[in-house]
């Protein structure tokens, strides 16, 4: 017996935004997912343009801090500080804003099971049967797999992976002083490890702090963590989650889709390559996959991530070849007038980076770096 037009695994911004709009255009929608909500999520939390564009007429999103500055910081020094005259970023807590796309999803008619892993994934041509931690078995038309980079969705579409990385977090609870330090700011800081960032986001009564770099360099990834952390006189607080994840970005020629199984968000691979976020590639692709199952066109779905998405992700890997080698110039090239235009913006949801990157100044400008030697990391200490 089919029981559903439409099982998504996963309840996190990507399976809901897909379950939302298949319900709305009147699927039978059933969301799966192991966790309850509210949980905790490993996420900076930073919303872009692009992100708050995407759930604009779903849900009242739950900010906690809107950043008008950024400082920019190379291994701690040679720091600078630019202004703009509206929000760059909105600060949400994972927790609360996909419980707010879970309630929304249920509004539009989305029937949501929490507590419920999934197993196994099966199907032929005429179904999807997903096979449930109790023995249960639920059957589907179509299934949408948001269950992250190493759910069973993923493995069953049998998803390539061409990035990974480490990110480290903390979320601190802050005395006033350091509150008002840091509301409507976030602090970037270019490590020690090619590839690899740090941040401070203000979210109220707290900060997400963290750290990202290629898997493999655990080590000193952690290190980088507790010396950015000491250098910011933020050592002593006790943080409230302390939490790490992979995060795996797909390669070009990944599979999107495994017959009756379509993947999105984290467990299709989406995200921004340089920047590593993923909020909005989850959006974006939930409601993509949505749009083409209740159209009756999954193959819809391939084509516009193909369209849409994968010219940014192209464009991200080509920002973080050149990260890599001279995050030095790449730090110079943000602090001059077009370089923090083009960052402002990308935070705005006004322009993509595969677009900037077709501008005539910004390719000259590349193309001079690939000519450049490559920069010398200082060492980390390991402790």
């Given amino acids: 017996m089919i029981i559903a037009d439409l099982v998504v695994v996963g309840a996190g911004p990507a399976g809901l935004s897909a379950a939302h709009v298949a319900a709305r255009a009147g699927l039978r929608t059933l969301v799966l997912e192991r966790a309850t909500h509210p949980r905790y999520k490993t996420c900076g939390g930073g919303l872009i343009g692009t992100s708050l564009a995407e759930v604009a007429d779903r849900i009242e999103v739950p900010v906690h801090d809107r950043a008008d500055r950024v400082t920019f910081t190379q291994d701690g020094r040679r720091g600078f ?4 005259p509206g929000p760059l970023v909105s600060m949400v807590r994972r927790e609360e804003f996909d419980d707010r796309l879970r309630a929304a999803a249920v509004a539009a008619g ?19 049967r997903l096979r ?16 992250g ?17 480490l990110g480290l977090e903390v979320e601190l609870p802050v005395p006033p002083a350091e509150q008002e330090r840091w509301r409507g700011r976030v602090l970037i800081d270019w490590g020690p490890v090619p590839g690899s960032y740090a941040w401070v986001f203000p979210k109220s009564d707290r900060l997400t702090v963290g750290v990202i770099s290629a898997r493999g360099e655990g080590e000193r990834t ?32 990944s599979p999107l889709r495994r017959g009756r199984v379509l993947v999105v968000g984290d467990a299709a691979g989406l995200l921004e390559p340089w920047s590593r976020e993923g909020i909005s ?14 159209g009756g066109d999954p193959d819809a779905y391939e084509r516009e991530v193909h369209r849409q998405l994968v010219p940014e992700m192209r464009a991200g890997h080509r920002l973080l070849e050149i990260f890599e080698r001279r995050p030095d110039v790449f730090h110079a090239m943000l602090a001059t007038p077009p370089g923090w235009r ?4 990308f935070c705005q949801g006004r322009a993509s980076f595969d677009r900037v990157l077709t501008r005539r100044p910004v390719r000259a400008g590349l193309a001079l770096l690939d000519r450049l030697p490559p920069r010398r990391p200082p060492a980390v200490r390991a402790r």
């Fill in 81 to 84: 500080t630019r202004r703009h």
């Fill in 110 to 128: 989305v029937e949501v099971r929490e507590g419920v892993p999934v197993r196994a994934v099966e199907q032929d041509p005429d179904e999807v």
């Fill in 132 to 147: 449930l931690a109790d023995g249960e078995t639920v059957r589907a038309r179509t299934v949408i797999g948001a269950d």
């Fill in 149 to 165: 980079s190493s759910g069973v969705t993923a493995r069953h579409v049998g998803v390539a992976h061409r990035q990974v990385d």
């Fill in 222 to 253: 952690r290190a980088y963590l507790r010396d950015f952390l000491a250098r910011l006189g933020l050592s002593g607080l006790t943080p409230q989650h302390d939490s790490g994840h992979l995060t795996r970005c797909r390669t070009e020629d």
């Fill in 281 to 294: 590639f989850a959006l974006r692709s939930g409601r993509l996959a949505g749009e083409a199952v209740a």
């Fill in 342 to 345: 083009m960052f402002v913006r």
